[in-house]
């Protein structure tokens, strides 16, 4: 799968209608303003959030996959003539202080507005050159926070001296206020900050999302910014149990599974912004059945039958287009991740693997009772079932650990029966 091969020609397509990857907000082979679908209601709720208040932090949840990132950027984009809004996401990291939060945030902003040259011209100058020196390339603090990040002694290059700043979070909470007033003055309604993946905050345990959500709250209510908090489920069920940080949010926002319909109108969209003209016509690159039984093997979730389709589409061995039906994608789909996660296990690993695909999710101790196992017996089996990819840690909770298959691993109930012919497409390994 990691060779590259321009087959989406051959479709009359400019590119791949499979990609798993996010909309982003600007360009990109898929526009967002056209290829987003679906998502009214949601989209209603939060634009009123950001429209009725000067302030609001809102949580945008729901499953891998399903579309949050995207989400985020749609309204990102719709926002753009009113709001400004960092370029990017601002992909939070696991090891993140409530520090690094408020610096990033603030650093970011700073650095959308640098690289700005209508915003950068109307801009305060003594602001800007605050910025400049805290977060600019002058200090070379572009890696984010380093050791040294909050001594900051300040020489504007006018001469004028700036008192030395201050490195507590009420003095970044002081600045930013700043730099979102004149945000609002230049003629802006406000703000939008996206903070995606904020559940890798959770894998070093309830208290550290606990200690930096409280690190931040106050950081967070500055007038003129609507933070966007986009995070997995399980992240959802832990910041439920924080009343204090829940308290300054607005209602959470869940995402849930497209229809078929709307992953049918997904992908006929997509093909048909990438077609090469419009005097070709394109093959469609996969027919219906296989769109149902990719549906109904992820629950709807998008990325999971994308990705699914990619690797498809990629291990098809013929010479000429060819659109994927329910006995290619079965066989190619089985085949790769029977290559890839079975062949190199053990009985026992097998039969481990092969009860984790049964359920949605699985403990260590489901596991011991169905096989008679001891405990220290299934962990090193699920930690290499964990390194090889075949199954992930779906959440943890109290002292018990849940695990899942992979997207992956599925494929292996694609499992075409024994009786199936050959399938001549399918390119062996
Ligand atoms: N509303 C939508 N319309 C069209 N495509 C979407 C939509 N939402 C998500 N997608 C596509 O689904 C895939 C997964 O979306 P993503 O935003 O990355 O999910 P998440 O952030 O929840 O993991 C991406 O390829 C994205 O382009
Ligand atoms: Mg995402």
């Known amino acids: 799968m990691s060779e590259s091969k321009n087959i989406w020609n051959g479709y009359g397509l400019r590119g791949n209608p499979f990609n798993p990857d996010p909309l982003q907000v600007y360009g990109g082979a898929l526009p967002i303003e056209e290829s987003f679908i679906g998502r009214e209601e949601e989209f209603k709720q939060i634009t009123k959030h950001i429209h009725s208040n000067n302030t609001s932090r809102i949580l945008i949840y729901?499953?891998?996959?399903?579309?949050?990132?995207?989400?985020?950027?749609?309204?990102?984009?719709?926002?753009?003539?009113?709001y400004f809004?960092?370029?990017?996401?601002?992909?939070?990291?696991y090891d993140w202080t409530p520090q690094d939060f408020m610096f990033n945030t603030v650093q970011y902003v700073y650095s959308t507005i640098e690289r700005n040259e209508s915003i950068r011209e109307k801009f305060n100058p003594d602001i800007l050159q605050e910025l400049k020196v805290l977060f600019g390339s002058e200090r070379g603090i572009q890696t984010g926070i380093g050791a040294n990040a909050f001594g900051f002694g300040i020489t504007s290059t006018?001469?004028?001296q700036f008192a030395p700043q201050p490195t507590n979070p009420h003095a970044l909470k002081l600045l930013f206020q700043e730099v979102l007033d004149e945000i609002q003055h230049i003629g802006y309604k406000g703000t939008i900050i996206h903070y995606n993946n904020l559940e890798l905050i959770q894998d070093k345990g309830e208290n550290q999302l606990i200690s930096i959500m409280n690190g931040i709250r106050d950081f967070l209510q500055v007038e003129?910014?609507?933070?966007?908090?986009?995070s997995e489920t399980s992240f959802f069920e832990l910041f439920h149990q924080i009343p204090r940080i829940e308290g300054i949010f607005k209602t959470p926002i869940l995402l849930t599974a497209f229809t078929p319909q709307e992953i049918k109108k997904i992908l006929e969209k997509r093909v048909s912004l990438l077609r090469i003209s419009s005097d070709i016509t394109p093959i469609n690159p996969v027919d219906d059945e296989t769109l149902e039984i990719l549906y109904d093997l992820y629950e709807g979730n998008l990325r999971g039958i994308l990705r699914s389709l990619?690797?498809?589409?990629?291990?098809?061995?013929?010479?000429t287009p060819t659109q994927i039906n329910?006995?290619?994608?079965?066989?190619t789909l089985y085949h790769f991740s029977n290559n890839r996660f079975v062949t190199n296990l053990n009985a026992t690993e097998k039969k481990v693997l092969n009860k984790i695909l049964e359920k949605k999710e699985t403990t260590n101790k489901n596991l011991c009772e169905a096989f008679g196992m001891l405990p220290q017996n299934v962990a090193p089996i699920l930690t290499n079932l964990r390194d090889i990819g075949a199954i992930r840690l779906a959440r943890t909770e109290a002292q018990k650990r849940f695990y899942s298959p992979s997207q992956e691993a599925l494929w292996l109930k694609l499992n075409p029966t024994l009786n199936t012919p050959l399938n001549p497409f399918f390119k062996k390994k």
Not at 310 to 319: F, L
Not at 326 to 331: A, F, N, R, T
């Open 62 to 82: 729901g499953n891998i996959g399903i579309g949050k990132t995207t989400f985020a950027n749609y309204v990102r984009f719709e926002s753009q003539n009113d």
């Open 85 to 93: 809004t960092p370029l990017g996401e601002l992909g939070v990291q």
């Open 158 to 160: 006018k001469g004028k």
């Open 224 to 230: 003129g910014a609507h933070f966007l908090f986009v």
């Open 310 to 319: 990619d690797c498809a589409i990629n291990n098809i061995e013929s010479a």
């Open 326 to 331: 329910p006995m290619i994608l079965k066989y």
